[in-house]
């Protein structure tokens, strides 16, 4: 079973940067789909970005293209989500997740909270 622990996120004011962290129990993400989610009070759950498994394509949602940056470190099984000009709709518990096939077959982590407010 691999486990995925998230770490980085807090309270930042409005256009802050924050950097999220999530770290997989196994040496899995230079052959998975990983990826980055966020979900909101009273919103369903969005892929924010992701990093392809086969030809390592990212994809960012266009509610944060330009400001955050997808990344990963193969050998430490760590991967990253930079956070750049936070907006208070940034705002959510936010989950990595590692699948083979699709995200409702995911590995996922337990949720790092962000919240931007002044």
């Known amino acids: 079973q691999v486990q995925l622990v998230e770490s980085g996120g807090g309270l930042v004011q409005p256009g802050g940067s924050l950097r999220l962290a999530c770290a997989a129990s196994q040496n899995i993400f230079s052959i998975y789909t990983v990826g980055w989610h966020r979900q909101a009070p009273g919103k369903q759950r969005e892929l924010v970005a992701a990093?392809?498994?086969?030809?390592?394509?990212?994809y960012y949602a266009d509610s944060v293209e330009g400001r955050f940056t997808i990344s990963k470190d193969n050998a430490e099984n760590t991967l990253f989500l930079q956070m750049n000009s936070l907006q208070p709709e940034d705002t959510a518990l936010y989950y990595c997740?590692?699948?083979?096939?699709?995200?409702?077959?995911?590995?996922w982590g337990q949720g790092t909270q962000v919240t931007v407010s002044s």
């Open positions: 990093i392809g498994s086969h030809r390592g394509t990212v």
């Open positions: 997740a590692a699948t083979r096939t699709t995200w409702r077959e995911a590995y």
